[in-house]
C-alpha cells in the first residue's frame, strides 16, 4: 500500500518553544492529510483537515493560531505547534488519502517538559 | 459517518481465532465497514474493508450481517504480535478527502 512517513517520530521540547512535524506521501499525491491528536489510553481525535494549496480547516476547540498547519505540496503537510506547553505533550499522527484508502504515518511522540 | 459499538476490551489465546464483533445500527446504504488496528506507540495499520460481502485477505476475514448492522472481524490464528487496539469504521468509500472518525474500539490481548 500507499506510505505515509512523518518526522520526526519523538521530539522533547521545552515549555514556551515552537515544534514543527511533516508528513509526507512518499509515493502518491495527497491534496488532503488529516492530523489527529492521541492522548494516553484514548482513541485519535481529529484535529484539523489539511487542504493544499489552501487553509486548513479545524475541529471545534482547536486552536488555529496554535496548531499552524501548511500544506505547500501536494507530498507534504506541516503542522506546527507553537508556544508549547506540557498540556500538548500528546501523540500526534498524520494520515493521507489515496484512492480512497486511508494510509496513517508512524506518529510523532511530542513531549514538552 | 455513522457510529459504531465495540466492546473496550477481548483476550484471545495464542494460536485461537480472535472474533471481534462491531455494532453499526445506523448504517448507511453507501457507507463501507473499515478495520484498522494501532500497535501500542505506532500509526494505525488498515486490516481490510467491505460493503456487504463478507471478505478476505492475508489478514484477517471480515463478517458482515445481511441486514449490515454488524460485522465480525475474525484473526484466524491470533499471535502475541496481534496484541493491538482494533477500530472498526463506517465511512463513505470515496477519494474526496472523507476522513476517519475514530470510536473507542477493542483492546485485544492474545495471550501465550
Known amino acids: 500500500g500507499a506510505v505515509v512517513s512523518q518526522h520526526p517520530s519523538r521530539v522533547i521540547c521545552k515549555s514556551g518553544t515552537s515544534v514543527k512535524i511533516e508528513c509526507r506521501s512518499l509515493d502518491f499525491q495527497a491534496t488532503t492529510m488529516f492530523w489527529y491528536r492521541q492522548f494516553p489510553k484514548q482513541s485519535l481525535m481529529l484535529m484539523a483537515t489539511?487542504?493544499?494549496?489552501?487553509?486548513?480547516?479545524?475541529e471545534q476547540g482547536v486552536e488555529k493560531d496554535k496548531f499552524l498547519i501548511n500544506h505547500a505540496s501536494l507530498t507534504l503537510s506541516t503542522l506546527t505547534v507553537t508556544s508549547a506547553h506540557p498540556e500538548d505533550s500528546s501523540f500526534y499522527i498524520c494520515?493521507?488519502?489515496?484512492?480512497?484508502?486511508?494510509?496513517f504515518g508512524q506518529g510523532t511522540r511530542l513531549t514538552v517538559v | 459517518d455513522a457510529k459504531t459499538t465495540q466492546p473496550p476490551s477481548m483476550d484471545c489465546a495464542e494460536g485461537r481465532a480472535a472474533n471481534l464483533p462491531c455494532n453499526h445500527s445506523t448504517i448507511s446504504g453507501n457507507e463501507y465497514v473499515y478495520w484498522y488496528r494501532q500497535i501500542h506507540s505506532q500509526g494505525p495499520q488498515y486490516i481490510i474493508h467491505?460493503?456487504?460481502n463478507n471478505e478476505t485477505n492475508e489478514m484477517a476475514s471480515l463478517i458482515i450481517t445481511e441486514d449490515r448492522k454488524s460485522s465480525t472481524l475474525i484473526l484466524p490464528h491470533a499471535t502475541l504480535r496481534d496484541t493491538a487496539v482494533y477500530y472498526c469504521?463506517?465511512?463513505?468509500?470515496?477519494?474526496?478527502?472523507?476522513?476517519?472518525?475514530f470510536g473507542g474500539g477493542t483492546r485485544l490481548m492474545v495471550k501465550p
Open positions: 469504521i463506517v465511512r463513505v468509500n470515496n477519494n474526496a478527502g472523507n476522513m476517519l472518525t
Open positions: 489539511s487542504n493544499e494549496g489552501s487553509k486548513a480547516t479545524y
Open positions: 467491505g460493503l456487504k
Open positions: 494520515s493521507a488519502i489515496e484512492d480512497t484508502e486511508a494510509f
